[in-house]
């Protein structure tokens, strides 16, 4: 018999290893205006202007950057039991951990879980003050909350049932006429996801997303990083997704992980919301407008330590790779499967 999974509400928040705290707090606070909750030598724990809860983002000094963990937030503290038998029953590492192991959060429950990466779940955490209306600190380029998670693994179908047994429902897929399975976007709390699985080598951290509520924080980001001549920093975007609809900017923080700056994605909270398929060769899928996907946005993640902070083994991409079947030798997405337009002509 299946054991009854917890009851997650959403992504809650994540903690990455950072090899240098100042140089973090420079990009983390400085430009993407994370509101620091709590900071000492060895940590900094962060929020967005809505978040109500201790933290959403912990940086962590260590000797290289990893991802530490991804926490859920579960409904109930009795749901912790239930994570507990559920992943003991899937023969998976399980710890507890007591209120205040990690700053601010309660009493928690952490896994190794069937793909590899390490996954908290808690109930309980600190609340502090709540910034929605603080418009005197909110800078031009205010983020809002936590939005996602997402998450390289090779196999992506058995990633998908995965997260199906946990009461994750898939909003949108990326595909090919051969049945292949690049991409799925999951989701508890009502939106398009709370945690994307991408087709790679892995078990590898490929972002963490955070909302703002209008475009032009996004273009913000982007001015103030030009303006600190850090565009470097800029990996991919601004730009609009076709998955998701969202309007998006990938930046690489000063260790390499990679933030995403998300806006206008859309409610999918009805029990028949309906899941899009993408054909993987439609070249709006990444980017409605059609602009080409950096190889460096398919290739590099971060990897991810297991419950005794080692680095897990990374396995290899066994299917194809949606880099090698959209992505020519010089670089650039190829266009197909729609229409095509060339300057000069009349359609
Ligand atoms: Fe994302």
Same mark, same amino acid.
């Given at each position: 018999?299946?054991?009854?999974?917890? &009851?997650?509400?959403?992504?809650?928040?994540?903690?990455?290893? $950072? /090899?240098?705290?100042?140089?973090?707090?420079?990009?983390?606070?400085?430009?993407l205006?994370?509101?620091?909750?709590?900071?000492?030598?060895?940590?900094?724990?962060?929020? +967005?202007?809505?978040?109500?809860?201790?933290?959403?983002?912990?940086?962590?000094?260590?000797?290289?950057?990893?991802?530490?963990?991804?926490?859920?937030?579960?409904?109930?503290?009795?749901?912790?039991?239930?994570?507990?038998?559920?992943?003991?029953?899937?023969?998976?590492?399980?710890?507890?951990?007591?209120?205040?192991?990690?700053?601010?959060?309660?009493?928690? $429950?952490?896994?190794?879980?069937?793909?590899?990466?390490? #996954?908290?779940?808690?109930?309980? +955490?600190?609340?502090?003050?709540?910034?929605?209306?603080?418009?005197?600190?909110?800078?031009?380029?205010?983020l809002?909350?936590l939005d996602h998670f997402n998450?390289?693994?090779?196999?992506?179908?058995?990633?998908?049932?995965?997260?199906?047994?946990?009461?994750?429902?898939?909003?949108?897929?990326?595909?090919?006429?051969?049945? /292949?399975?690049?991409?799925?976007?999951?989701?508890?709390?009502?939106?398009?996801h709370?945690?994307a699985?991408t087709?790679? &080598?892995?078990?590898?951290l490929h972002h963490i997303a955070f909302a703002s509520?209008?475009?032009?924080?996004i273009?913000?980001i982007?001015?103030?990083?030009? +303006?600190?001549?850090?565009?470097?920093?800029i990996e991919r975007g601004p730009g609009?997704h076709?998955?998701s %609809?969202a309007f998006y900017l990938y930046v690489r923080d000063?260790?390499?992980h990679r933030i995403e700056i998300y806006t206008?994605d859309?409610?999918?909270?009805?029990?028949?919301?309906?899941?899009?398929?993408?054909?993987?060769?439609? %070249?709006?899928?990444?980017?409605?407008?059609? %602009?080409?996907? #950096?190889?460096?946005w398919?290739?590099?993640?971060?990897?991810?330590?297991?419950? &005794?902070?080692?680095?897990?083994?990374? #396995?290899?991409?066994?299917?194809?790779?949606?880099?090698? #079947?959209?992505?020519?030798? &010089?670089?650039?997405?190829?266009?197909?499967?729609?229409?095509?337009?060339?300057?000069?002509?009349?359609?």
């Amino acid at each position: 018999m299946t054991a009854t999974p917890p &009851d997650v509400i959403r992504c809650a928040y994540a903690e990455l290893v $950072v /090899t240098d705290l100042a140089a973090s707090r420079a990009f983390y606070v400085d430009v993407l205006g994370l509101v620091v909750t709590h900071e000492d030598s060895s940590a900094l724990y962060l929020r +967005a202007f809505e978040e109500y809860l201790h933290h959403s983002l912990v940086l962590r000094k260590g000797p290289e950057p990893a991802l530490g963990v991804l926490a859920y937030r579960v409904r109930t503290p009795a749901d912790l039991e239930l994570a507990e038998a559920y992943y003991r029953g899937l023969g998976c590492p399980v710890t507890r951990r007591p209120a205040g192991a990690t700053r601010g959060i309660g009493e928690a $429950v952490r896994v190794l879980d069937p793909l590899g990466f390490p #996954v908290e779940f808690f109930h309980e +955490a600190e609340h502090v003050e709540r910034f929605t209306q603080r418009y005197d600190v909110h800078g031009a380029g205010a983020l809002s909350r936590l939005d996602h998670f997402n998450l390289d693994t090779p196999d992506v179908p058995a990633a998908r049932k995965y997260y199906e047994g946990l009461g994750f429902r898939v909003s949108e897929d990326i595909q090919d006429a051969e049945g /292949t399975v690049y991409a799925a976007w999951m989701f508890r709390k009502p939106t398009v996801h709370d945690v994307a699985l991408t087709g790679g &080598d892995g078990p590898r951290l490929h972002h963490i997303a955070f909302a703002s509520h209008e475009r032009h924080q996004i273009l913000h980001i982007c001015d103030h990083l030009g +303006a600190l001549r850090k565009s470097g920093m800029i990996e991919r975007g601004p730009g609009r997704h076709g998955v998701s %609809n969202a309007f998006y900017l990938y930046v690489r923080d000063p260790d390499g992980h990679r933030i995403e700056i998300y806006t206008h994605d859309y409610y999918t909270g009805d029990p028949d919301n309906p899941v899009i398929t993408w054909d993987v060769h439609d %070249n709006q899928r990444r980017d409605w407008w059609g %602009n080409p996907v #950096v190889p460096s946005w398919y290739t590099d993640a971060s990897v991810v330590l297991d419950l &005794d902070g080692h680095v897990q083994p990374v #396995v290899e991409r066994a299917e194809p790779r949606e880099a090698d #079947v959209t992505i020519g030798a &010089d670089g650039f997405s190829y266009t197909s499967g729609q229409a095509e337009f060339k300057l000069g002509e009349q359609v």
